[in-house]
């Protein structure tokens, strides 16, 4: 089965990149030339026959123009009321930092919640980001150094920073060690899920 466990929830990958491809109107063929990947081999994680590595899902990225993340985007049915327990919540490593959803994908209202741990000399990426609503940043260990409207802002432990998203952010971990941080977006539009635009597939 092409299906990624993490922490016990399964994410069919297959599915979702044949649900984006039918979204965005491109066949097979175009997808392979786009991508650098056989047609067979698309054919072959759409159907769940194999599983593709993450450097196959940011070639595929790429060539969708949508971030990694979108093939392990969940479409549960939405509650007023959302419990996250450890353990049973949506996880995605990448190079040097790995997302933790908290249950907002569940949720009816416009908010964006997640854990990120950043390894030593990790980013959020090259340029800055800019999407509609609030963010909210809690850095609970560690250290980011977050960059709002190119002002510079270092947070330690137990440090919080809250800004209008519009205005272009970005952040990385300089270190010493690994930096842990609780990320909130908030009122954002209906069609945006910013923790995606976050998460480049060079983190």
């Known amino acids: 089965m092409n299906a990624l466990h993490k922490n016990g929830v399964s994410v069919d990958v297959g599915a979702r990149l044949k649900a984006l491809r039918h979204d965005r109107k491109v066949s097979m063929r175009t997808l392979a030339k786009q991508s650098g990947l056989s047609a067979n081999a698309l054919s072959m994680i759409e159907r769940g026959l194999t599983s593709p590595s993450v450097s196959t899902l940011s070639k595929l990225a790429g060539a969708l123009e949508v971030p990694i993340t979108a093939f392990f985007r969940q479409l549960p049915d939405q509650k007023k009321v959302v419990l996250s327990q450890e353990g049973e ?79 272009g952010h970005s952040w990385s971990n300089p270190g010493p060690g690994a930096a842990v941080a609780i990320i909130l977006s908030a009122a954002f539009e209906a069609d945006e899920r910013p923790a995606e635009y976050h998460l480049s597939p060079g983190s």
């Open 89 to 167: 919540r949506i996880q995605l490593q990448q190079i040097c930092a790995s997302w933790e959803s908290l249950g907002s994908e569940k949720f009816t209202g416009p908010i964006d919640a997640y854990k990120l741990a950043m390894d030593e000399g990790g980013s959020s990426g090259p340029y800055p980001i800019t999407h509609s609503g609030s963010e909210f940043i809690y850095v609970s260990s560690g250290q980011l150094q977050c960059v709002i409207d190119e002002q510079i802002y270092p947070l330690k432990a137990g440090d919080s920073l809250l800004f209008e998203a519009c205005l």
